[in-house]
């Protein structure tokens, strides 16, 4: 038996068309898995299906998760061509940094919806095809991804980011309580600095230093973040429920 074999299961990435979310896509591919993937824009999902087509069968359905009604029609429409999905990638998100002074009203509304309500709302959506795929030994999964900006201070000004993810990293808790007794087992992952548009101007500023802070003396590669969703998602990761797994070469646990 291969622990780590997701072939004939579904999984669904949220926000799966760069960066985190491509990457973790990719890895659901190359384990097995049929994945479909959303983003706000049509044009960004047909693009990622072209890069992603080679690893498998991936499907771009694209979707404004930050409005409850789209992870609704999200969910009903993988709902029409599937009967079961077994993993749930709540990773569609957003950031936002200003001083104090000046942060607004608005950063708090986008992010509180889009990185904490729609990872709830979605969850909501697909609970009937998640319990279609559960079993005792082989429970349906969720992955929300949190931040290490949830678990540190981080000097910059992203206050509602941090909150948000801290507040996912919670809700991950709690609802790993609740559906454990339906046969879903609810988990986060907090990725510190990986190559992605979000990170791209910090990286490009601070690259070096944010690097020496690790001490694996480097940022994240698509592999690492891969590896860890296919852990969660596979037979490996069954037992594992209300964790918050930080995969950041270990900036926030040894700081």
């Excluded at 998100?93 to 942060?103: I, M, R, V």
């Amino acid at each position: 038996m291969d622990l780590f074999d997701l072939s004939g299961k579904v999984a669904v990435v949220t926000g799966g068309t760069r960066g985190i979310g491509l990457m973790m896509a990719r890895g659901l591919l190359q384990a097995g898995a049929r994945v479909y993937i959303s983003s706000r824009k049509a044009g960004a999902g047909e693009a990622a299906v072209a890069d992603l087509a080679e690893f498998g069968d991936v499907v771009s359905v694209p979707a404004d998760l930050s409005r409850e009604e789209e992870c609704l029609r999200l969910a009903a429409e993988v709902g029409r061509a599937e009967e079961q999905v077994h993993v749930l990638v709540n990773n569609a998100g957003a950031t936002w940094g200003e001083p104090l002074e000046t942060f607004p009203a608005s950063a708090w509304d986008k992010l509180v919806d889009l990185n904490l309500k729609a990872p709830f709302f979605l969850t909501r959506a697909f609970l009937p095809l998640l319990e279609a795929a559960a079993t005792d030994d082989d429970p349906a999964r969720i992955v929300n991804v949190g931040s290490i900006d949830g678990l540190h201070v981080n000097p910059l000004p992203t206050y509602s980011y941090a909150a948000t993810k801290a507040g996912l990293h919670q809700l991950t808790r709690v609802l790993a309580k609740e559906l454990g007794p339906r046969r879903i087992t609810v988990n986060a992952v907090a990725p510190g600095p990986f190559e992605s548009k979000m990170m791209a101007a910090t990286l490009a500023a601070a690259g070096d230093e944010i690097a020496a802070k690790s001490p694996l003396g480097r940022i994240g590669r698509p592999d690492d973040m891969a590896g860890v969703v296919v852990y969660l998602a596979s037979r490996a990761g069954a037992y594992v429920t209300g964790a918050v797994i930080p995969v950041d070469g270990g900036i926030a646990t040894t700081a």
